[in-house]
């Protein structure tokens, strides 16, 4: 069974608690905060202080998909008001980025977004928490989803095989219920879902139908 990882980036920020009762109530498996700083992604949403209210209102796991220029400098901030993961994108990153964010002592995933090669991730695959393809390009939620991620996911999984890992491999954007067959058979293990999750009406339909339950 696939993951349902709920992106608040399009929730109601007047009913943010309700909001995340509501989802985990509906069977959400975790919180998704896409965090943009207007310099890698054309777009400024939110900071750690909002981690640390979402924190305060769900034990799920709390992943920060920082989609930022400087991963390593802000990093410690989301885990220090409760981030349980932290996903930095490899464009942003060099040799030092991934060791100085492990020295946090929490799991690290990678993103890629859409015409980044799966091979820029492929050395690095042993030392990661999971990878996160992006199905759309950064910066806005309620895009459609790219097609050809597909094929990068079954890419990616053959990698990871390859190398014996077991490393869940996550898909951002544009996800809903009628994307999210074809993510799940290509081989996905956690799926982001956020327009179609909060501007639906019946929220446990909408995981229901993405995890294909
Ligand atoms: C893109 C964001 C979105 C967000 C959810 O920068 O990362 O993908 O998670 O997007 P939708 O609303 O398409 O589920
Ligand atoms: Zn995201």
């Not at 310099?39 to 939110?46: G, Q, R, T």
């Not at 991934?98 to 492929?122: C, F, M, Q, R, W």
Request: negative net charge; hydrophobic residues 45%.
């Amino acid at each position: 069974m696939v993951e349902f990882s709920a992106s608040i980036l399009n929730c109601d920020f007047t009913r943010l608690g309700e909001e995340i009762r509501t989802a985990e109530a509906a069977g959400v498996d975790a919180f998704h905060l896409d965090v943009m700083d207007g310099h890698f992604v054309p777009n400024i949403s939110f900071g750690s202080p909002v981690t640390k209210h979402i924190r305060n209102l769900t034990k799920l796991p709390i992943r920060a998909h920082l989609m930022i220029a400087d991963p390593v400098e802000y990093a410690p901030r989301f885990i220090e008001t409760g981030a349980d993961e932290v996903l930095y994108h490899i464009e942003v990153a060099d040799s030092d980025t991934l060791p100085k964010l492990l020295e946090h002592g929490k799991p690290i995933g990678v993103t890629l977004n859409p015409d980044t090669a799966l091979e820029s991730v492929y050395p690095i695959l042993p030392e990661l928490s999971q990878v996160l393809l992006m199905s759309v390009f950064p910066g806005f939620g309620g895009q459609s989803f790219i097609p050809e991620t597909l094929q990068r996911i079954t890419a990616l999984k053959c990698e990871i095989e390859r190398q014996k890992l077991s490393l869940p491999i996550s898909v951002d954007g544009g996800v809903n219920p009628q994307t999210a067959p074809a993510i799940r058979e290509a081989g996905a293990d956690i799926l982001v879902v956020g327009s179609a999750l909060f501007r639906s009406k019946d929220y446990a339909a909408v995981v229901r139908a993405v995890k294909g339950g």
